[in-house]
């Protein structure tokens, strides 16, 4: 996590990555990152800023822009968005940072940057097309609530773990 | 396609880990009239949202084919699913739309956009109508005080929601719940989210938000908190005692009830009908008060 020693750092020249703004702006809802004039609505909506002051959508839309890739992809704080979505509700721009949150993952997944927990859940969505795969004490005791059965495995949609997450998966 | 007959979209949460929901949602949708089919639905997309947009819209938008294979509607008890699929079913007409369509054909699915979706509540304010509800009560819950966490995608991005109700001073389930004779209570941070996002990367961070919310709830002096996504009961039912622990706070004692729940008791259900022995926090004074033996 960039802590307050990288928070310290003014924009360092040397080290921005411009290619970093083009591969957010493709991905959908990253687009919208350009229009952004930094007024910091989204900043005061984030629920998550109230918590830890270093958490700062703003911020992390500035860095973004400005091409501070390490910075922002170290940080654990776009994976803490809770995607609550307040922030885009007011930002004047209609940047919709959740979304823009989202492109900056996407990024950050081709990148080969995968948290354990996103591992698991692509794992289940392959194989079970569910997030929570049902075990067989679930079905049970959906079936004393006289609740219908469920078919465990649906594959309606099929996920390709290799594809979407690479050498990582 | 039948005007009361719908698929039920539970999504992956429910049928594991919120049963209560589930039952109460059936029952009273039962008494309300309104059928509800089940179909093989899959996960809605939405944790792919944090790998892949695209794959995400895709996986949301063949659920919306299979629902229309059928003829049928979607109502969903999940926020998170309802604002997935609702984006997915509405944003079709852009560059997204045609990669989404792409994805789709390689699997030999197509999406006309002949079906919609709603989250059942939303439905039930907007369709069904609060006025239609009243005439179901049968035991009004005059003596109740009750808080609504309204939660996060159930209202936000109002864009997709087509101005249902307004995403910063909402009023959908207040009148749903005012209807059934109960008094709804305002309170401080009422549209503040749960923080169940968060809890798949940091559980304290969940609990800190989630925390803020019970104790906001407890100053209002309520006798429940009314929600309706699996997710944010998670976090103020079925946490409640951890939340107490972890931070070493009194017991709040506040009663997380499904929306559907707290319908059913007016509409005279018997609780042991709407799931309550799924409900973390005890039940039973909000049962007396209310004159209700279980």
Redesign the interface.
């Known amino acids: 996590m960039a802590g307050a020693e990288a928070e310290k750092t003014v924009v360092d020249a040397e080290n921005l990555d411009s290619s970093f703004l083009r591969k957010v702006i493709k991905?959908?809802?990253g687009e919208q990152i350009l229009v952004c004039f930094q007024c910091g609505v989204c900043s005061s909506s984030c629920?998550?800023r109230l918590?830890?002051p270093e958490y700062n959508p703003r911020k992390i839309v500035k860095k973004t822009i400005l091409g501070m890739k390490d910075q922002v992809l170290s940080s654990?704080f776009v994976?803490?968005?809770?995607?609550?979505?307040?922030c885009?509700?007011r930002c004047p721009q209609g940047v919709?940072p959740?979304?823009v949150m989202?492109?900056i993952?996407?990024v950050a997944?081709e990148e080969g940057i995968?948290?354990a927990?996103?591992k698991k859940?692509?794992e289940n969505?392959e194989k079970h097309?569910?997030?929570?795969p049902?075990e067989e004490f679930?079905q049970e005791?959906?079936e004393m609530?006289d609740?219908?059965e469920?078919?465990p495995d649906?594959?309606?949609?099929?996920?390709d773990r290799k594809k979407?997450?690479g050498e990582h998966a | 396609m039948s005007e009361r007959e719908f698929a039920l979209f539970?999504g992956?949460?429910i049928?594991?880990?919120c049963?209560g929901y589930?039952?109460a949602t059936?029952r009273v949708a039962e008494e309300l009239g309104i059928k509800l089919v089940?179909l093989?639905?899959?996960?809605c997309?939405y944790?792919?949202?944090?790998?892949?947009?695209?794959?995400a819209?895709?996986?949301a938008t063949?659920?919306l084919?299979?629902a229309e294979s059928k003829n049928l509607n979607i109502l969903t008890i999940c926020s998170a699913c309802a604002g997935t699929l609702t984006e997915a079913s509405v944003n079709r007409e852009n560059p997204?739309g045609e990669?989404v369509k792409k994805e789709?054909g390689k699997?030999g699915?197509t999406f006309k956009g002949l079906v919609w979706v709603k989250h059942f509540v939303r439905y039930l304010y907007e369709d069904y109508g609060v006025d239609k509800i009243r005439e179901h009560v049968k035991n009004p819950l005059k003596n109740l005080r009750v808080a609504i966490h309204y939660g996060?995608?159930y209202l936000?991005?109002?864009e997709i929601y087509d101005e249902f109700d307004d995403?910063?001073h909402p009023k959908s389930a207040k009148e749903i719940i005012e209807a059934l004779g109960a008094t709804v209570v305002n309170y401080r941070g009422q549209?503040?989210?749960c923080?169940?996002?968060?809890l798949?990367?940091?559980q304290k961070?969940?609990a800190?938000?989630a925390k803020k919310k019970l104790d906001n709830v407890k100053k209002a002096n309520v006798d429940a908190l009314v929600l309706f996504c699996p997710f944010c009961s998670i976090m103020y039912d079925g946490h409640q005692r951890f939340i107490e622990e972890q931070f070493g706070c009194e017991p709040y004692n506040i009663p997380v009830l499904f929306l559907p729940q707290i319908m059913g008791l007016a509409f005279g259900i018997d609780p042991k009908e709407l799931?309550f022995e799924y409900n973390k926090v005890d039940v039973q004074p909000l049962l007396d008060k209310i004159g209700v033996k279980w």
């Open positions: 991905h959908p809802g629920p998550l918590i830890n654990d994976w803490f968005c809770a995607d609550c979505n307040a885009t509700e919709n959740s979304e989202k492109a993952k996407n997944v995968v948290p927990a996103i859940i692509v969505l097309g569910r997030v929570y049902l679930t005791e959906r609530l609740l219908p469920l078919e649906v594959k309606i949609f099929k996920i979407l997450l | 539970l992956c949460t049928p594991v880990r049963l589930e039952v059936r089940d093989s639905f899959s996960c997309g944790p792919l949202k944090n790998v892949d947009v695209i794959a819209k895709s996986m063949a659920n084919a299979l997204v990669q789709l699997q699915l996060c995608h936000r991005p109002s995403p910063e549209l503040d989210c923080g169940g996002g968060t798949t990367f940091d961070l969940g800190i938000l799931g």
